[in-house]
């Protein structure tokens, strides 16, 4: 081991590694580097520079000819005739010795304060500009001078990409070497582009100011026409008042930091309120015009400014026929009610092509001009006409078996919660078809059956054919009548009634086709699938009835010669004493062709603006363009879509109900005209003056009846036909009104004293059915009962077995009456024997017994024991001696037997369900 060690331990040592040593930092080496790298960036920028300047020259000189002109937009229509052309010449040149110091000031502070001292590029502003959007991630801020904004105007599009930003700073180097300052200012403020279609700081000023004479604007009115260019539509004064001020404020303490304008000045031009109104001309076709821009502003991502001086070749929907005819109907002022003292009566039209969606006309006010207020595009309250939309057709979407046109639906003066509409003519039927409540433009049977379906299926199915409502303020059954937070525009509504036309598919609305440049194409519209939002036989039995309202009913004044549905819509005034005028009038409707929509009313509705007439205006202008729209379309008719099944359709309508009383009978008479029909039933209903609402007095095979009467009283009567076979009710017929006499006008065997009775003696079918009230109401001075105690009291022995029962009582015992048994009782008492014993039964029996035993004997009576014979009829049974007089009354036994015969019993069927009382 010690070995081990010694070997070990006479080992050489190893001898440590030397470290490298460090390197002397040399500055003069770094230095060079420096150099060599700065003389490198210089080299790169000056062939840079040289490259963006040799490339400025050469662009410049190939387009220098933008400079002068720029291509006009064409409009067509949908055959591709040239409709107008959109050219920007609403520009009128200046010259710098036109443009007062302080204007050009205003736009150098505003956009470009180092223009005098850069050579067309601001490295400081570009680098402002390269930090906010490294920050931002995106091309946000151009850093552009006013020579590079000319130069992009002039020469580029407005796309934010490096490739164009090295292309404007080329152009921008060419113009400085090309122009002086004064030029390049001259040049920018007669090209830059101010909004509403107005090129130059000279057509700007002309339109939002009237001054053509730059030297006598103010202050604040040239940092109005400043604030304009960073965003013409926006923050131009017409379209926006408030947005406008607070840009021009801005551009005033740009001014005033940077020495142009006092404080005061600064101040006092930020407190004007801009309130001129430009009083531009109208132009042909200028609402559809604009809003073609818009769409294709919206289609294609183009500025308005680049598509309408880009030479584009824009492609609508629009027929040149229809807006023509609805341009000439807006220029004939008898169409339109007379203007208000301060406002102009304004209204709103568009054509749809149903079947593809097609804008074919639009008309957005009267006297429209350019970039006015659209009201085809603006909401208003549309009223009635929003009930096929809410109510009508989701009532049937839902359960057409339940709800059809021929469902009658509850029609009486009635609260919903706290809403409680009212019809329009303030009149309630009880009850009525909702193909009646459509023609007649009924309220609280609408306002009903939405409150039967449900108020979410009425607002699904508007947002479902194209009318969102607001969800937590509509949803009220105040939208059945059209009642809405927003409203809805005519555009809307005309395309909603196009899906009642074309079979329940709703198409997009639109007007542009194709959008093309230079041949090339821009933007083509490809049409989505057509959404069927309801059934075709829905959209088919929502057209029937809207035609029969055109043809009967409250949209009579759009009838034409050819085949016309709509409807009719009204909103009420709701200011205190005028309430029976209108905010709001509609008509929406179509024809097998296309559907239409339109609005009349005040922009601002007041006292002194209102709707003086009904919907029967705008139903008239309907006819009036839609009749020369439509003058070259051969006349059709709608056409049931093929499945659809035929629904019964309830019997004819009685129309001439008639009523007369009857003095010697103490009846009422009622006929009419028979309907034509299998299994038809007359139900006759009777209002009195003690009753709060009609009742079913009777149903009757035939169309006669016979009805007892109270003197002193007034009876109101309508007939509602209905087929037993299948419970289908018709409408109501017209209400009659029969007055009965009082007092001294009595018929026979009525007042009270000792003269003996008409027609005395022996009862009637001999004592047989004592009626309703018998033995009440006999004379004071009591006594024998009228026709011997024989169905006494009101009603009694009337009307039963319907004129059956001739010629009974042959060989009758002895004084049988003469017609006896008819109004008899009545108040009657000592009356007696007038020609008694005298003469057999000439008719006895006759109508005897109507509500037989009721309520007998009132107050005294006396006994009448009828004596005699049976009397064989050979009409209706009478049946005999069965009833005793009660109450008070006395016995009243009848001791007759029974005439017989056929026939049919006139009963009263009770109903609970009948028409309220006709007050508001």
């Known amino acids: 081991m010690s070995a081990t060690r010694n070997s070990n331990a006479n080992q050489p040592k190893k001898q440590p590694k030397k470290r490298k040593a460090k390197k002397k930092f040399r500055p003069k080496k770094l230095l060079v580097w420096f150099l060599i790298t700065c003389a490198l960036g210089a080299f790169c920028a000056m062939a840079g520079y040289i490259v963006i300047m040799l490339n400025g020259e050469k662009y410049y000189e190939e387009n220098k000819d933008k400079m002068v002109m720029a291509d006009a937009a064409i409009v ?18 200046v010259t710098m010795s036109e443009v007062p110091e302080k204007l050009a000031q205003a736009f150098i502070a505003t956009e470009d304060k180092r223009f005098t001292e850069h050579k067309g590029i601001d490295f400081w502003s570009i680098g402002r500009a390269l930090y906010k959007d490294v920050m931002h991630r995106s091309l946000v801020e151009g850093g552009s001078t006013i020579t590079q904004q000319l130069a992009k105007n002039m020469f580029l599009d407005a796309d934010k990409t490096i490739f164009r930003k090295a292309n404007e700073a080329a152009i921008a180097l060419a113009l400085e070497r090309k122009m002086s300052k004064e030029d390049i200012l001259e040049a920018y403020m007669n090209r830059i582009y101010f909004g509403n279609r107005a090129y130059g700081v000279k057509a700007a000023a002309k339109l939002y100011f009237g001054k053509s004479d730059l030297t006598s604007l103010q202050v604040w009115e040239m940092a109005t026409l400043a604030a304009i260019p960073k965003a ?72 308005e400014d680049e ?40 209204s709103a039209m568009v054509i749809v092509d149903h079947k593809t969606g097609g804008i074919i006309g639009m008309i957005g006010g009267r006297d429209y001009k350019t970039k006015d207020m659209n009201r085809a595009v603006r909401p208003r309250a549309p009223g009635s006409s929003f009930k096929p939309i809410t109510v009508f057709a989701p009532a049937m979407e839902y359960d057409f078996n339940k709800y059809n046109p021929y469902t009658m639906l509850k029609d009486e003066k009635m609260s919903f919660g706290g809403y409680s509409p009212s019809n329009w003519d303030n009149v309630y039927l009880g009850q009525m078809s909702m193909k009646q409540t459509i023609q007649k433009s009924g309220n609280v049977a609408s306002v009903w059956l939405l409150n039967e379906i449900g108020v979410k299926r009425g607002m699904d ?7 969102p409502l607001d969800e937590s303020k509509d949803r009220n059954l105040a939208i059945a009548l059209g009642g809405l937070t927003k409203g809805a525009t005519p555009l809307q509504m005309a395309a909603a009634y196009g899906a ?65 549905a709509g409807k009719t819509g009204t909103t009420q005034l709701d200011l205190k004493g005028l309430e029976k005028y209108n905010r709001d009038v509609w008509f929406a409707g179509y024809t097998p062709e296309w559907s239409a929509a339109i609005w009349m009313g005040f922009d601002t509705t007041d006292t002194q603006h209102y709707v003086k007439d009904g919907s029967a205006r705008p139903a008239i202008l309907f006819k009036e363009v839609m009749t020369k729209a439509l003058a070259n379309h051969k ?145 004071n001075n009591n006594g024998s009962g009228n026709t011997g105690g024989n169905n006494t ?73 009828g004596t005699g014979g049976t009397g064989t009829s050979s009409g209706g049974t009478s049946t005999g001696g069965t009833e005793t007089g009660g109450s008070t009354g006395g016995s009243n036994t009848p001791t007759g037997s029974t005439g017989t015969g056929g026939g049919s019993t006139q009963q009263p069927i009770p109903n609970p369900n009948q028409v309220p009382n006709q007050t508001r």
Not at 521 to 548: C, G
Not at 831 to 852: M, R, V
């Open 76 to 93: 067509y229509d949908r055959d591709n005739q040239e409709v107008t052309t959109l050219a920007r010449e609403n520009r009128e040149l």
């Open 232 to 303: 013409p539509s926006y923050y131009n004064p017409i379209s926006d008042p408030e947005r406008s001020k607070e840009r021009r404020g801005v551009v005033l303490q740009l001014m005033k930091d940077q020495g142009y304008i006092t404080e005061e000045e600064r101040a006092n031009a930020a407190a004007v309120v801009y309130d001129y109104k430009p009083p531009t001309k109208s132009n042909q076709y200028a609402a559809f015009i604009d809003y073609v821009v818009n769409e294709a502003v919206e289609k294609t991502g183009k500025t």
């Open 307 to 346: 598509l309408l001086r880009g030479g584009y070749k824009i492609y609508t929907t629009m027929d040149q026929t229809a807006q023509k005819a609805m341009e000439q109907a807006y220029a004939n002022d008898k169409l339109f009610q007379a203007d208000g003292p301060k406002q102009q009566m304004q």
């Open 461 to 467: 199915f508007s947002k479902k054919i194209g009318i």
């Open 500 to 564: 009642f036309a074309n079979n329940g598919q709703l198409n997009e609305s639109h007007s542009v086709l194709k959008i093309e440049r230079a041949g090339s194409e821009v933007y083509t519209y490809k049409p989505a699938k057509p959404e069927q939002v309801m059934s075709a036989r829905t959209a088919w039995y929502m057209t029937e009835m809207l035609k029969n309202a055109v043809d009967n009913g409250t949209g009579a004044s759009a009838k034409m010669n050819r085949a016309v």
């Open 635 to 779: 006349p059709s008719q709608f056409v049931k879509p093929k499945g659809i099944e035929d629904i019964s359709a309830p019997p004819p309508t009685v129309s001439d109900l008639a009523g007369t009383y009857i003095k010697e009978e103490q009846t009422v008479k009622l006929t009419w005209s028979p309907v034509q029909g299998d299994n038809i039933v007359y139900k006759v209903f009777r209002k009195g003056t003690k009753d709060s609402e009609p009742k079913l007095l009777a149903s009757s095979a035939t169309p006669e009846l016979r009805d007892m009467a109270i003197p002193g009283d007034k009876y109101e009567y309508y007939v509602v036909p209905y087929n037993s076979a299948t419970s289908i009710e018709a409408e109501k017929s017209n209400v009659v009104t029969v007055e009965i006499p009082a007092g001294g006008n009595q018929g026979p065997g009525e007042g009270n004293g000792n003269n003996n009775g008409n027609n005395g003696g022996n009862g009637n079918t001999n004592g047989n059915n004592n009626g309703s009230n018998n033995g009440s109401n006999n004379s």
């Open 793 to 865: 009291g009101n009603n009694t022995g009337n009307n039963t077995g319907n004129g059956n029962g001739g010629n009974t009582g042959n060989n009758t015992g002895n004084n049988t009456g003469n017609n006896t048994g008819n109004n008899t009782g009545n108040n009657t008492g000592n009356n007696t024997g007038n020609n008694t014993g005298n003469g057999t039964g000439s008719n006895t029996g006759n109508n005897t017994g109507n509500n037989t035993g009721s309520n007998p004997g009132d107050s005294n009576p006396g006994t009448g024991t």
